[in-house]
């Protein structure tokens, strides 16, 4: 039966869709500004499936944030402190591998790190934390600093991007993160996180990475002080990098929590436009191969929602999250692996439990093996 679309808007847009063509920049701007959530999310279904069938992919990670003290000081972020902040926290190396090891059994493929702009660590302090990770995990994959990170470990050393990243891939780092993008617009980045790089210099980060055999995820931060033309410009210059690098495994649109922000008078994003950014992200763009619902930051329902408007992913068990916890997420900060499966079964999808690279993971009792 032939999908009823309301909004005249999307009838050419179908077309393309259907077809497999690319949608341009106004195609992306009329799928933020219809309200048929229905036919929208058939549309980005369509993708989806076409892409990955019933398929609902997650995975047994741990976060570990190791500093959340913060040189900068963006109007978007709680968690971020100062030094002298009697709040503020900083681990030790032994503390950074004694936390790995608290949230670690054999099930755990990935560790997730990402932490502040510390003013004093530098990036000797890092390529150790990896070995010594390395070390005593050495099966779980390092999925460690955003762009951001990179690029002020580069500057505090006074060394190129690129050799930064080498240095770090030849202690142990085996991903990046997509942490830090925000909003590529220079006009809404000088508002909410004019202490961060800018747009360009996050994407040369990443192209930085990408060169070197690192994948990387990507990410938008939608919900604050920027529009519908400012998201579309995001996502496209997402999809040029990525036709240029084939670098990024998976898009992670997130919702802004501004709790505890400088920013706390915006209103906090709707399921609605949750939905809507993981279907018009699913649609936009064609060359990620994945499509991630954040269940952290959505809430879990609406991640189960989100696996049939485009996303193939809904993450992790993570274990322990305080970023966006910090700026008033109400979620749990980790899931039992059953949780997962019983959310994405109960979605009618069928779960496959993955690894960072997304490779299968067959358990047999507490052990892992990964099918090439």
Known sequence: MQMVIDDSRLVPIRSK???????????????????????????A????????????????????NPTDVCVASCRLCAFGKRVRD??????????????????????????????????ELSLDWYCEMLRGLKQRFPRVHLKALTMVEIAYLARRTRIPVRETLERLRDAGMDSLPGGGAEIFNERVRRIICDHKIDGR???????????????????????????????????????ELQDETHGFATFIPLAFHPDNTALQHIPKTTGFADIKNIAVARLMLDNI???????????????QIALRFGADDIDGTIVEERIYHDAGATTAQGLRRAELLHLIRKAGREPVERDTLYRPVERTEATFTVLV
């Open 289 to 303: 191969p994945h499509i991630k619902a954040y269940w952290v930051m959505m809430t879990p329902r609406i991640a």
């Open 45 to 64: 279904n369509l993708v989806r499936e076409r892409l990955h069938g019933n398929v609902a992919f997650f995975n047994v990670n741990r976060h570990i």
């Open 201 to 239: 210099e996050w994407l040369e980060a990443a192209r930085a990475a990408h060169q070197l055999g690192l994948r990387s995820n990507c990410t938008m931060l939608y919900g604050h002080i920027e529009n519908e033309e400012d998201r579309v410009d995001h996502l496209i210059r997402l999809r």
């Open 86 to 119: 009697p709040k503020a926290y900083t681990m030790s190396l032994e503390e950074v591998w004694q936390r790995a090891g608290e949230g670690w059994s054999e099930a755990v493929t990935e560790f997730h790190i990402v932490g502040g702009l510390h003013p």
């Open 17 to 43: 869709v259907e077809a497999g063509e690319r949608l341009s920049f106004d195609d992306g701007i009329a799928l933020y500004r219809t309200t048929d959530i229905l036919a929208l999310g058939y549309l």
